[in-house]
């Protein structure tokens, strides 16, 4: 195993982490990233969830999903439940959500019902058969959840075969330049190479998480393999969001990416 150290710019904000390069075992990267987010990770990372699609991205701007009254929608990584709530105030017919972790399939199921509304639930990496239903949903979607998977074109294949033609899959993750670069002395400075793929280990405070930083044209292709038309790319910061923020982050956030949100239709 190569233990080669170095800096990566953490995926939520603009500063650095120590990154340790590790094989790519998908068992210990499911399990390393499950207990992750089964422990420390909303605390870590915190939650991002709709009308945000990230940071300085927001849906009330994009209008990428629209109205979804009487459709059924299915969100990857589901995390805390708040994107589900966003949909269900907004009369999607159906609700459903699938996450690695048991933690956060809980904590979905509780705030969920303190909403006064259900959903189905599922606990399984995205990557594997995990009985959804095919050709059965209008919109699936993802914040900040899609990176983590540990087989993109699988992914995005069963993504394909649960949407109904001409159904919609929207995701949003940190966008690959961001993970680049880093804000030193006044300047925004390049960490890492852009083509670099590879698997790496990270430990924030006393938690360890495993990921690994794809091109903007690795997911772009994957979509294609996987039988969707790309509708739009956004990775323009919304202006009056940055406008209201100071800080490295939102400097930054005015000069380059930091969040990229996809929306593909299923040919």
């Known amino acids: 195993m190569d233990k080669k150290t170095t800096s990566r710019t953490n995926m939520i904000g603009g500063s650095e982490v120590d990154a340790i390069s590790v094989d790519m075992d998908r068992r210990a990267i499911h399990e390393t ?16 969830s709709l009308p945000l699609y990230g940071a ?25 439940g708040h994107s589900l709530q966003y ?3 907004r009369q999607a017919s ?38 959804l ?28 075969s649960c949407l109904k033609q001409d159904g919609v899959f929207i995701f949003s993750w940190s966008h690959p330049i961001h993970k680049c670069v880093a804000a ?22 006393d938690s360890t998480l495993a990921l690994s930083d794809r091109k903007l044209s690795t997911y772009v292709n994957a979509l294609s393999k996987a039988g969707f038309d790309i509708e739009q790319l956004i990775e323009e910061s919304d202006e009056e969001i940055l406008q209201s923020r100071s800080g490295d982050f939102a400097q930054k956030a005015r000069m380059l990416p930091v969040t990229f949100v996809i929306k593909a239709r299923k040919r």
């Open 33 to 48: 990233n499950s207990l992750f987010w089964d422990t420390k990770g909303n605390d870590v990372l915190g939650a991002t």
């Open 56 to 80: 300085f991205v927001t849906e009330e701007k994009c209008q990428l999903l629209g109205d979804v009254s009487g459709k059924r929608v299915l969100e990857i990584g589901c995390g805390s």
């Open 87 to 89: 949909l269900g105030e």
């Open 94 to 131: 159906e609700l459903w959500g699938m996450d690695l972790a048991e933690n956060q399939i809980a904590k979905t199921k509780q705030h969920l019902a303190a909403c006064g509304l259900a959903a189905t639930l599922i606990c399984s990496p995205m990557e594997e058969e995990c009985g």
């Open 133 to 160: 239903p095919e050709r059965y949903f209008d919109f699936v979607y993802s914040i900040y959840a899609i990176g983590w998977t540990t087989d993109l074109e699988g992914t995005f294949r069963r993504i394909a």
């Open 184 to 205: 030193e002395n006044d300047r925004l400075v390049f960490k890492k190479c852009y083509f670099d793929e590879s698997w790496y280990s990270v430990t924030l405070g």
